[in-house]
């Protein structure tokens, strides 16, 4: 009678076959389908160990050791592997009170028992060698090892720049960045990021549930290593920028020098600076934050690219190049000065007192105002063009062709155009075409609307010496030992003005310091062509700016100095220069009460002899 | 014929393969689950890999030794066995050691021994053999209210051990009864309540008493409409919506703490991984891992470094996912499924009732292990801490899983002597 439910061994074994069908169906989702297990099996046992590549150095162009690495040491702890641990002696060891050892790993231990922590961090190195002797007594502490940025000399801090933690936006943007990578932040550690950085390398290890380490992945088939940065051989010359920083004590402004016929940066001074080492390791956001803070000294601010000046006197190099190239000056166009230029409506541009009338290279040597107000006229009332538009627009195209107006291109982040005044700018201030020469004239002894910083100034000063072209400056010579460099800055950019119109100019500018208004720079060894400039400036007294190159023939270095609320450009930046040219040059100051008078002066909060006091409206310069 | 060629020509070569082949699994997947690099030669007593060889080696011994003993020996002494491991059950509550939680081991010469495990064989046997007696049929209550006892009273105490899990296994042998004759509605019961539990915790009650009222008018609508047809649908209605109320007040309180937990995580309405939810998840996290070729012999992370837990025992199946993947999961839910299958083939082929019912018991007992064990590591069942025969570390089970199929194929062996 049970044979009539034999058949239910059917339904039986149909079951049977349909549980195993499900869990089939579901292993089939589980290891095929989804892979999000595998992400989570990875999470579980694998730690990504980045190795740190050293960071590339840089050198100065003599071969000196300008920034380097240094082992800095963090002690770190795994509450959950800290057992009976003597407290007292460790301790002593990196000098802490007991009370501190107990909140420290109190907080670890709130953060993860089973993850590292920092407990101390950058220990000395020599401490660091004797706690490493003594930490197997303290089972869960152990050292990391990271490097610190050092840099040899206290100086050029704005254009080493400085590394930190790689943010969220850059990490977002590169996914070369992880967190807690290092990168750089400002100057060349910015620009040279990916040359210095190196490539990093990436341990594989795995970690039990215990977060005990088992040892490296697959025997380290899938470990990279890493690979060190590239050093940087830069074209600073680490005693002139030391000696540039030290000129610059208590004051406000700039030094930069290039070596006209390379483009190479010699020495860029912003003062006020800082110790770069102030901004290296974990000392950085304290010192970055109180740096930032500093209202007065502003030292973060880097002034030889960052601040534009009017370049004043300066500029009527400029006047007398470009007039030259326009055709309506020739060294022999004399004009007579009558103590200003008459602006018309009974006020005049005033001049000094200097025999007249002067041709161009007697107008360079004496800056006389009223001389280049008129070649100034006469560039924009050209009447080989229909329009003082026009011949505008063509002066304006011949400045900017020296290097002015425009981001020269260098190789260290945050440089400014400076500013050439475009014709638009005048239509929304006067109205459209309602604008005359007389109504710009200040544009020739370079007040009104034109900046200019530091780096371009010292630029122009190469562009003259090497009678119309530059390569674009550049502070870093060659990367690593092969001499590579980048082709913009092995490429030669020519000047709208033609080199025969240099001439004049350069014999005008020795005669500045051999007889004209820069004498005070003279050096008796060296030849030297120089141009005073006082720029009026709404911030109070006028700027002292000075530029100059040296020796005339076969120019080894270009120089300009701006000392901002200082007075003649006489008085504080063309001796500034001229002791830059001769430490330079000759690598010892024989004019040591010039020196000492330069390194003294108290420009920020000091008092200033009185004779320098008190300006006239336009200047004498 | 071939009964002159003696034991080893008659007995089932198909099923001792596979059984073979899973107790080889086994041993290889426990090598791989405790394998450490300081301890990796095969034969290291002190390891579970060690200890589970010598478990092999006796499991072995054991087989053999129920192949040479008389075939009706086990139908003579089914009540006898029955007794004597009934008696064991209770014993070991009062004088056993915990492990665990559940009271239900016998320390014998540093091997704990779990009496339950073999109570399961003994009761096979006992049904069996109260269901093959001439006048016995199920469709007599008395007879059923008997084979229910038979099932029950072990279960039952095993229950008050502690062991959930296991007490749980005996209500497989409900699929004995099915083949016996039991009316398909109460194994229907045994997969249809489950599902109605879980639904009822799923889902408002209103809605689903609403269905479960929709159904029974159905059933009605389309049924004789006698009398007794409609006050069956009316009481089975009523049956089925009292348990959807009982539900959540069981969960909530009959069940123990962590069993109600284990139940929310299937649910998916606890997502704490680190509690309750862990060792789920990082069996899911174990064998999802494996991919389909699996990270290969001895490569298995999550299992070396012990992310998994128990994982030589109940959750031994996550090394195998692990390291061989969809390719080895899969041959081994074949290899089971086959052994089941076959099984029950050899059952119908047996002349005795006796062995017929055995041999269905042994099926539905493997089965039901098989079921809930790997269902666990895949997240469909509940966390019930049973063994996956042959497979998982332990001399008990092992033990008595061997013994519990051999007995069988000890009975096949000789089904044509037997009348």
Redesign the interface.
Known sequence: ??RI??D??Y???GF??L??L???V???Y???L?D???L???N???RYVTQYPARGLVFDRNGKLLVYNEAAYDLVVIPQQVKNPDTMALCRLIGIEKTEFISRLQKARNYSPYRPSIFESQITRDSYGFLEEKLFLFPGFFVQSRTLRKYTYPVAAHTFGYIGEAGPEMIAKNPYYRSGDYIGISGIEKSYEEILRGKKGMKIR?????NRD?GSFRDGRYDTTSVAGIDLYSSLDADLQQYGELLMTNKKGSIVAIEPQTGEILCIVSSPSYDPNLLAGNIRKKNYTRLLADSVYVPLFNRALMAMYPPGSTFKLVDALVGQQEGVLSPDTRYGCPGGFPLGNGKKVGCHPHPSPTDLMGAIQISCNTYFCRVFKSIIDNKSYLSTRQAFESWRKEVMSLGLGKKLGIDIPGELNGNIPTPGYYDRYHGKNRWRSMTIISLGIGQGEIGITPMQLANMAAVISNRGWFYTPHVIKAIGKSDSMNVAYNTKRHTLVDPKYYDIVIEGMANVITGGTGVIAKIDSITMGGKTGTAQNPHGKNHSIFIAFAPVQNTKIAVSVVVENAGYGATWAAPIASLMIEKYLNRTIKRKDLEERMINGNLINGKQPESERGQGNILPD | MREDKGIFYRIDWVVVGLYLALVFIGWLNIYAAVYNETHNHIVDFTQKYGKQMIFIIAAMLLAMGILIIDSRFFSQFAWFIYGFFLFMLVVVIFSGREVAGSKGWFAIAGFGIQPAEFAKMATALVLAKYLSTLDVSIAKLRSLAISSAIILVPAVIVFLQHDTGSAIVFLALVIVLYRAGLTGFIPLAFIVLPVLGILALLLPKLILVAILLLVAGGFYFFSNRKLRTTLLIIAISLGTIGFVFSVDYSVNHILEPHQRNRIHVLLGQDVDLKGAGYNVNQSLIAIGSGGAFGKGFLQGTQTKYNFVPEQSTDFIFCTIGEEWGFLGSSVLVILYVGLFVRLILMAERQRSRFSRFYGYGVASILFFHFTINIGMTLGLMPVIGIPLPYISYGGSSLWAFTVLLFIFIRQDSYRYDLV
């Open positions: 009678m049970e439910y034999a239910r061994k339904i039986i074994i049977f076959l549980i195993g499900l869990f089939l579901r292993l089939f589980v290891q095929i989804v999000k297990y595998i989570s099996a990875n579980n046992v694998l795995v970690f039990d549930v215990m088992k």
